[in-house]
Every structure is written in structure tokens, then in C-alpha cells.
């Protein structure tokens, strides 16, 4: 078959290349008692959209560090029609797509359904309402991979935070006393997939994780693969903007590596199962594999050889079965 990358033998062996801050468990020890100081403050307010008799909706809202406050869809099956308001539920979370939203709420009926309460959250500051608390209320949209990257202070990195958020909505939802803790799992694709791998790492009550064509991996082989572009183009902008000769490149990758999926990997407790098409020239699937080959908990892999950074037929399904398992 055609190659975009490394075979998949070598794949499953790849290492990843963005160097790993010496500071890096640290920064994220650090982080993690930074979101215990902060208060969530979480709010369900009911949403008729889709309320049937066997499912209500909610706009959950819940506080994030630096006070922002952080939205997600939130379903799950009606309390009064489980026949036992003591009975508790597994949960899943789900997060979007790069710039996205979590979108509308009749694709998400499915899962209270069956038995799930089910969260999505808009990620602060890109399509959705989720607010940036940096220096504006609103939407940014994109540039987040970069944004904090000439702060002195690398804990203004703006994935940092949305990292964190992650961890928050897991928290907040394995609260609610409808939910069993102890059967939660996470999926998204793309930036979605890689905030599965953040959730999973840094919450480790996390039981199951299904990533899908994982962004935010291995910074350094995106640039030298000359992949640079489409979704990762603001890291060409930046070096073209402000560092033109590539003379801080060391470090603006060292930076990056706090916010390097890879290197959260290995906090991972997760049973993962994570999706890869082996064309994908959005996110190469050794940057993929420069996470999942880090992760010692037990994992597998589902290949797409002729696919690219696109819908992989039988997925959804596959994550649904998956998550049935909690």
C-alpha cells in the first residue's frame, strides 16, 4: 500500500521526537492541585429540546482554573423512569473537534438510551459557549496550540487549561449521584482524541478511552514531516512571525512539550482503543503512535490503511460496543 509515514511494524515501535520538559510531571502535579483549588460550582439547568419521557437534557456548567466558566451537554436517562432513584449509571464524556462545538443534541440520544449519562463539552474560547478567560470573554476560535507560547510563565498555555477542563468535567460528572465513578470513560476525535488522552491521564478514575485520529502529538515530528499546515499551521505561522531563523526552536519545542499528548500518556490507567488511518496527513499516525506506544496500560489499536483524517466507517459503533464494556 501507498505510505504517507513510517510501516506500521515501525509504527508500533516509534518513540516520538518533541522533547519532554525536565519540569514536565512538576508543571502537571502542580496543575492538578491548582484545579483542586478550584471550585466548580456546577449548575444543571433543564433543556426541553430533547426531554422525552425516558431521557432528560441539561446545559451542565461548571467553573474551570481561572474562573471560566466551562459548558457541556449533558443527558441522561429519566431519574423516575429508571424505577429507582437510587440507581446509578455509567457515564461517558465526549469531546470535539478542533475550533468545533458539541454540536446538536438529538446525535447524542443514543446513549442515555441505552443506559449512559452522556457529557459533551465546548472547549473555552472555540465554537461553542464555553467562555476564554485569558484576557476577553468570547470566542477565540484557533491558535490555541500557540497561544502562551512567549509567555514567560509556560502555565498560560492555553491547552493547559483546556486540558484541565477535561479533568474538571470528569470530576463533575462522576459527582452527580446518579453516576457510578467507577464506570466512566471518554472518546473524541481528532483534538477530541487527544483531550481523551488528557482526560484519561489526568483523571485517573477514567476506565475506558477511546481516542480517534489523536491531534496535539509529537509537535516535532508534525513540523519535520512538513505536515505544518491544515490543522497545525498556526506552529509554521509562529515561527515565521516570530521566530523567523529558527534560533528559539529548541525551546519553543521544549515549551510545546508540556502540552504534548505523548508525554501524558504514560499516566494513562485507561483501557484504550484507539483509532488511526494510516493516510492521514491532518495528524500522521506516528504522531499517533508517539502516545499510544506510551501507554502501559492495556490498549489496542484499530487500523484504517487506505483512510485519512475523515469518518471511519464502523467507529461510532465500535466505541459504543466498547464503552458497553464499563
Excluded at 22 to 40: G, I, K, M, Q, V
Excluded at 124 to 146: A, F
Excluded at 244 to 259: C, M, Q
Amino acid at each position: 500500500m501507498p505510505l504517507i509515514d513510517l510501516p506500521l511494524a515501525e509504527l508500533r515501535r516509534y518513540p516520538g521526537r518533541n522533547p519532554r520538559p525536565a519540569d514536565f510531571d512538576a508543571y502537571w502535579n502542580a496543575a492538578l492541585r491548582e484545579l483542586d483549588a478550584t471550585d466548580p460550582r456546577p449548575e444543571l439547568r433543564p433543556n426541553p429540546i430533547v426531554a422525552t419521557d425516558s431521557i432528560e437534557a441539561f446545559d451542565l456548567w461548571f467553573t474551570g482554573v481561572g474562573g471560566a466558566r466551562i459548558y457541556a451537554k449533558f443527558l441522561r436517562p429519566k431519574i423516575s423512569a429508571a424505577g429507582d432513584s437510587a440507581k446509578k449509571f455509567p457515564a461517558v464524556l465526549h469531546f470535539h473537534g478542533y475550533a468545533g462545538h458539541s454540536g446538536d443534541w438529538v446525535d447524542k440520544l443514543g446513549w442515555p438510551a441505552a443506559g449512559f449519562c452522556f457529557a459533551s463539552m465546548d472547549c473555552r474560547g472555540q465554537g461553542g459557549r464555553s467562555e476564554d478567560s485569558g484576557q476577553v470573554k468570547g470566542t477565540t476560535l484557533r491558535g490555541h496550540i500557540v497561544r502562551g507560547l512567549d509567555d514567560p510563565d509556560a502555565r498560560k498555555l492555553a491547552f493547559r487549561q483546556i486540558f484541565l477542563d477535561t479533568a474538571q468535567l470528569a470530576r463533575v460528572v462522576m459527582s452527580l449521584p446518579e453516576v457510578d465513578a467507577g464506570r466512566v470513560g471518554c472518546f473524541g476525535n481528532s483534538q477530541g482524541g487527544a483531550l481523551t488522552l488528557a482526560c484519561a491521564a489526568l483523571e485517573p478514575r477514567i476506565q475506558r478511552s477511546a481516542p480517534v485520529y489523536p491531534f496535539l502529538c509529537d509537535y516535532r515530528r508534525v513540523w519535520e514531516m512538513d505536515q505544518a499546515k491544515d490543522a497545525y499551521e498556526e506552529l509554521r505561522l509562529f515561527f515565521r512571525n516570530f521566530d523567523p531563523r529558527h534560533e528559539r526552536e529548541e525551546e519553543i519545542f521544549t515549551k510545546l512539550g508540556y502540552i504534548d499528548c505523548q508525554h501524558l500518556a504514560p499516566r494513562i490507567k485507561a483501557e484504550t482503543l484507539m483509532f488511526t488511518g494510516l493516510m492521514d496527513t491532518i495528524c500522521p499516525p506516528s504522531s499517533q503512535f508517539a502516545a499510544f506506544n506510551k501507554i502501559s496500560a492495556k490498549k489496542d489499536v484499530v487500523i484504517y490503511p487506505d483512510f485519512t483524517h475523515e469518518v471511519l466507517p464502523g467507529q461510532i459503533d465500535r466505541t459504543f460496543s466498547f464503552m458497553r464494556g464499563l
